[in-house]
């Protein structure tokens, strides 16, 4: 019997899920579009809705394929009062390396 579950339970799907990763399709397809031709797609909802799961499986794997984009995966957790760097600075600095 093969170990490889269908959902990997509360954590989000992985780029090496994507084989396991099913029934988005359209969701992968009308987003990969719409990345192609503006330069800025935001991407919300609620949280547990799959939004890092539908990037992580769907979409990274298929701009890699396809050789047109090189995603940065960047995380962003809450901002808090007193911190010194801003989320947009810390974004710059790991697209800078």
């Known amino acids: 019997m093969s170990n490889i579950y269908r959902y990997p339970g509360p954590r989000p799907f992985t780029s090496g899920q994507q084989k ?7 969701e ?7 990345i192609g031709r503006e330069q800025l797609v935001v991407l919300f909802s609620k949280s547990g809705m799959g939004k890092s799961s539908l990037l992580n499986a769907g979409i990274v794997p298929k701009v890699q ?4 984009l090189a995603p940065l995966d960047i995380r962003f957790r809450a901002f808090t009062d007193g911190e010194t760097d ?3 600075d810390k974004a710059r600095g790991r697209i800078r390396g």
């Not at 396991?20 to 359209?26: L, Q, S, T």
């Open 65 to 68: 394929d396809e050789g047109r």
């Open 28 to 34: 992968v397809r009308s987003l990969s579009r719409l």
């Open 86 to 88: 801003m989320p947009q």
């Open 20 to 26: 396991v990763f099913y029934g988005r399709e359209e």
